[in-house]
Protein backbone atom coordinates (compact mmCIF):
# COMPACT_ATOMS: atom_id res chain seq x y z
CA UNK A 1 0.00 0.00 0.00
CA UNK A 2 0.99 3.04 -0.95
CA UNK A 3 0.21 6.60 0.75
CA UNK A 4 1.05 10.57 -0.18
CA UNK A 5 0.21 13.10 2.49
CA UNK A 6 0.30 16.96 1.49
CA UNK A 7 0.02 18.85 4.10
CA UNK A 8 1.93 22.63 4.24
CA UNK A 9 2.30 22.43 8.02
CA UNK A 10 5.29 20.98 8.41
CA UNK A 11 4.55 20.72 12.08
CA UNK A 12 2.06 18.31 11.69
CA UNK A 13 4.18 15.89 9.80
CA UNK A 14 5.59 14.09 12.48
CA UNK A 15 1.60 13.28 13.49
CA UNK A 16 0.80 11.60 10.46
CA UNK A 17 4.07 9.97 10.35
CA UNK A 18 3.37 8.13 13.62
CA UNK A 19 -0.31 7.80 12.31
CA UNK A 20 0.49 6.14 8.96
CA UNK A 21 3.14 3.99 11.05
CA UNK A 22 0.50 2.58 13.48
CA UNK A 23 -1.97 2.27 10.13
CA UNK A 24 0.45 0.97 7.80
CA UNK A 25 3.44 -0.26 9.25
CA UNK A 26 5.95 -1.10 6.84
CA UNK A 27 4.04 -0.02 3.82
CA UNK A 28 5.04 3.15 1.74
CA UNK A 29 4.14 6.53 2.85
CA UNK A 30 5.59 9.97 1.51
CA UNK A 31 4.55 13.58 3.11
CA UNK A 32 5.40 16.72 1.43
CA UNK A 33 4.82 20.43 1.88
CA UNK A 34 3.63 20.74 -1.69
CA UNK A 35 3.18 18.60 -4.75
CA UNK A 36 3.42 20.21 -8.15
CA UNK A 37 1.43 19.49 -11.36
CA UNK A 38 3.70 16.82 -12.54
CA UNK A 39 4.06 15.10 -9.37
CA UNK A 40 -0.07 15.27 -9.62
CA UNK A 41 -0.11 13.83 -12.91
CA UNK A 42 2.44 10.88 -12.20
CA UNK A 43 0.68 10.04 -8.69
CA UNK A 44 -0.65 6.58 -8.33
CA UNK A 45 -0.85 6.11 -5.07
CA UNK A 46 -3.33 4.28 -3.16
CA UNK A 47 -4.44 7.00 -0.71
CA UNK A 48 -3.59 10.53 -1.31
CA UNK A 49 -4.39 13.01 1.38
CA UNK A 50 -4.66 16.48 0.86
CA UNK A 51 -5.18 19.29 3.16
CA UNK A 52 -7.53 22.08 1.40
CA UNK A 53 -5.36 24.85 2.76
CA UNK A 54 -2.57 23.69 0.10
CA UNK A 55 -5.30 25.14 -2.37
CA UNK A 56 -3.52 24.80 -5.93
CA UNK A 57 -3.19 20.98 -5.04
CA UNK A 58 -6.57 20.52 -3.48
CA UNK A 59 -7.83 22.27 -6.78
CA UNK A 60 -5.81 19.92 -9.32
CA UNK A 61 -6.12 16.73 -7.43
CA UNK A 62 -10.22 17.45 -6.94
CA UNK A 63 -10.21 17.91 -10.87
CA UNK A 64 -7.84 14.92 -11.61
CA UNK A 65 -9.84 11.66 -11.59
CA UNK A 66 -6.24 9.74 -11.92
CA UNK A 67 -4.18 11.20 -8.99
CA UNK A 68 -4.97 8.54 -6.45
CA UNK A 69 -7.34 5.65 -6.33
CA UNK A 70 -8.67 7.44 -2.91
CA UNK A 71 -8.63 10.84 -2.55
CA UNK A 72 -9.02 12.02 1.33
CA UNK A 73 -9.44 15.69 1.77
CA UNK A 74 -8.91 16.70 4.96
CA UNK A 75 -9.42 20.24 6.93
CA UNK A 76 -10.22 21.36 10.65
CA UNK A 77 -12.54 23.43 9.21
CA UNK A 78 -14.66 20.15 7.58
CA UNK A 79 -17.70 19.26 10.41
CA UNK A 80 -18.60 15.99 8.92
CA UNK A 81 -17.42 12.96 6.86
CA UNK A 82 -18.71 13.90 3.23
CA UNK A 83 -18.08 11.33 0.35
CA UNK A 84 -18.56 12.77 -3.09
CA UNK A 85 -17.83 9.82 -4.69
CA UNK A 86 -16.85 6.77 -4.37
CA UNK A 87 -12.87 7.91 -4.51
CA UNK A 88 -13.56 11.51 -3.09
CA UNK A 89 -13.72 11.86 0.78
CA UNK A 90 -14.05 15.30 2.77
CA UNK A 91 -12.75 14.74 6.55
CA UNK A 92 -12.37 16.62 9.30
CA UNK A 93 -8.55 16.46 10.91
CA UNK A 94 -9.83 14.82 14.10
CA UNK A 95 -11.41 11.73 12.24
CA UNK A 96 -8.67 11.72 9.35
CA UNK A 97 -6.93 8.48 10.42
CA UNK A 98 -10.24 6.54 12.10
CA UNK A 99 -12.13 6.91 8.72
CA UNK A 100 -8.38 5.97 6.44
CA UNK A 101 -8.17 2.96 8.72
CA UNK A 102 -12.30 2.16 8.44
CA UNK A 103 -11.48 2.60 4.34
CA UNK A 104 -8.43 0.46 4.14
CA UNK A 105 -10.27 -2.06 6.05
CA UNK A 106 -13.11 -2.20 3.68
CA UNK A 107 -11.49 -2.31 1.05
CA UNK A 108 -9.23 -5.43 2.47
CA UNK A 109 -12.80 -6.90 3.21
CA UNK A 110 -13.77 -6.43 -0.74
CA UNK A 111 -10.44 -8.16 -2.01
CA UNK A 112 -10.95 -10.94 0.02
CA UNK A 113 -14.73 -12.05 -0.98
CA UNK A 114 -13.50 -11.19 -4.81
Not at 7 to 36: A, C, T
Not at 62 to 68: F, K, L, Y
Not at 83 to 88: A, V
Request: hydrophobic share 30%; with cysteine; aromatic share 12%.
Amino acid sequence: MHIVVIDNKKHRHSWHKDQLEQLIGDNVYERYESFSKEQISKCNADYVLVHVNNTKEFSRIESDAECGKNRIYFSGGYRKYYKRTKNDHYVPIKQLYEIIKSLIDDSILINQIV
